[in-house]
């Protein structure tokens, strides 16, 4: 019996802080607040989707807990570092605020954090999509943020923090995840198919960047969709036609017949890109 395929995203999701891709600011400071025990009560992990929001905030949360940590970065060895990776922990509850939105859903919450921890230092609430929540919800909120118990950490995230209230941005260290540059997101995908030992033409990587528009996430979800598409090799033509983009080759053609100032050339490589998608 073979094992199940993992997706090329859960399986090379960053297990440390040194792992995540294009966020070297943000991570930094972390580590530095780690290091030097300056941890809020209260983060908002701010940006667009699959930039690494949900993986720092679950680090962060591996680095508060871990009984082992010598420094800033979790040792990722231990009974509980090992249960936050499977999803297991019991300190650790991930809430997504898009399910978890109405005022009795945070009402619960609030009672749920008076508890100590069951068996590390803190108890980290991961709120994905908080922006979900209704205004109700959100005064309940303020109530917690306002006074919170020493053993609690709040990590909120959100794709659109223009729609959190400003009474709870002003109770939160805010960070702010950036789209990840292109060359940067073919960098990564480069060494994944090399750890990967998979065969793969370099030029079909700036398509599989652009196609993904900053997102890890969804840069590795092209990918593995083009591999399926290729049989398992990545080639530039076959990506080129999955994704709907004109592959260098037509646009090799097109610069060199605009330099020659040919404009059937020209139009001939339009004509070709456009036929083929």
């Known amino acids: 019996m073979t094992m199940a395929y993992q ?10 802080f040194d792992a995540v891709v294009g966020q070297d600011a943000i991570t930094r400071t972390l580590r530095n607040a780690l290091a030097s025990g300056r941890i809020a009560h209260a983060y908002l992990f701010a940006g667009p989707r699959g930039v690494g929001k949900t993986t720092t905030a679950r680090l962060l949360a591996k680095a508060l807990l871990c009984p082992q940590r010598a420094g800033a970065e979790p040792c990722g060895i231990c009974g509980v570092c090992q249960e936050i990776q499977a999803g297991s922990a019991v300190d650790v509850i991930e809430i997504d605020g898009a399910s978890n939105r109405k005022i009795d859903d945070v009402r619960t919450l609030r009672e749920n954090v008076k508890y100590a921890p069951a068996r590390g230092r803190v108890k980290v609430y991961i709120i994905d999509e908080v922006h979900q929540l209704t205004g109700d919800a959100f005064d309940a909120l303020l109530k917690t943020l306002e006074e919170p118990p020493s053993h609690v950490v709040f990590i909120l995230a959100t794709t659109d923090p223009r729609d959190i209230p400003a009474t709870i ?26 750890a990967e030992k998979v065969r793969f033409d ?9 196609g993904a528009e900053g997102s890890l ?23 080129a036609r999955l994704l709907g983009a004109s592959a260098p080759a037509e646009v090799r053609r097109f610069a060199a017949a605009m330099v020659a100032h ?11 890109a456009a036929r083929d998608g």
């Open 217 to 239: 996430r969804d840069a590795l979800s092209l990918l593995d969709t083009a591999l399926a598409y290729g049989g398992g090799v990545l080639e530039v033509e076959a990506t």
């Open 169 to 194: 941005l002003s109770r939160v260290q805010r960070f702010d995840f950036k789209p990840i540059p292109p060359e940067t997101l073919a960098a990564s995908l480069t060494a994944i198919l090399e």
């Open 7 to 16: 997706v090329l995203a859960r399986k090379y999701r960053p297990q440390a």
């Open 262 to 272: 040919d404009a059937a050339a020209a139009l001939e490589a339009i004509d070709r």
């Open 202 to 210: 370099p030029a079909a990587l700036p398509l599989i960047a652009r």
